[in-house]
């Protein structure tokens, strides 16, 4: 486990190459290059190819795409600042970055891969805003000195004044520094309340991207991929019968899986649907 400032610990399996990308897979590219210490994208292409989403270019060009669907389809948007501290430089690239998508959709698994990697060229944190915010926004107090800052649930504390006025702080001195900002929420900048309307607009010129929920061959393949991550193999038939029997989204499941392979590395077992219903004291039924 890797450590980090406040107690928040990254665990060693959130890494970008246990990541199954699936419909997700330009945002993780994205993610990587803003990892690797904020390499722009190639110019003329968007990070999502072949989107009917709408690049966004200001707060009102990211509103009209929310109209035609932004919570469905990916909006990214490689920008530039303005005055002479961040003038030419790609926001979303070097500054700021904003992941959004429903529970379980790999948004703290992407940041916190971030920082894994970033943090191997710099000082890099992972900071869950559900578990810090009730600390207070002291929390965010110092965080400057780090390279690369990823704000989990940013909008746990969205349209609460003093937290907005930290956060307004920690931007500016970021874009100053040539740090990188990414931050997660539920919903695109555009969508959420800010009592800050200019903290709300700074975030809304960010690269957004919205991530999707896998469909039922690409959940069979990442928790393949969590698998062999882990060091075993998951066969067919074993990932089918664990999507029919439990709920279907990717937390879940690979909890549930990390549970089994601890029982079948103590008992020496690969990992059969009997055995699973063994584990979990099922009856020997046919599906």
């Known amino acids: 486990m890797q450590q980090l400032p406040l107690g928040v610990r990254i665990p060693d399996r959130a890494v970008f190459e246990s990541f199954f990308g699936g419909p997700n897979a330009q945002a993780v590219e994205y993610a990587m290059r803003v990892a690797a210490g904020g390499a722009a994208v190639p110019e003329g292409a968007a990070p999502w190819q072949g989107s009917t989403a709408a690049r966004a270019g200001s707060a009102a060009s990211t509103a009209a795409a929310a109209d035609v669907g932004l919570r469905q389809a990916p909006v990214s948007a490689p920008l530039t600042t303005t005055g002479a501290a961040g003038a030419g430089r790609e926001v979303g690239t070097q500054a700021v970055t904003w992941l959004c998508g429903p529970t379980s959709v790999g948004k703290t698994h992407l940041l916190q891969a971030i920082v894994a990697r970033a943090g ?3 000082p890099a944190g992972y900071f869950p805003l559900t578990e810090l915010a009730p600390l207070g926004v002291g929390v965010l107090e110092g965080l400057t000195s780090l390279d690369c800052i990823c704000l989990d649930d940013l909008d ?22 040539d740090g990188s900002l990414i931050v997660s929420a539920k919903a695109p900048p555009a969508l959420l309340p800010w009592s800050l309307r200019d903290l709300g607009s700074r975030f809304t010129a960010a690269a957004i991207f919205q991530l999707h929920e896998l469909d039922e061959d690409d959940q069979q393949k990442a928790l393949q991929l969590h698998a062999h991550v882990r060091g075993f193999e998951l066969p067919d038939d074993t990932a089918r019968w664990l999507q029919r029997r439990f709920p279907r989204d990717m937390r879940t499941l690979y909890n ?19 055995f699973i219903r063994s584990v979990l004291k099922e009856p020997d039924l046919k599906d």
């Open 256 to 274: 549930l899986l990390d549970t089994l392979d601890e029982a079948a590395l103590v008992a020496q077992r690969r990992l059969t649907v009997p």
């Open 120 to 122: 191997k060229r710099g």
């Open 156 to 177: 746990q504390v969205v349209g609460q004044l003093d937290w907005e006025k930290a956060l307004f702080g920690l931007l500016r001195e970021i874009q100053e520094r």
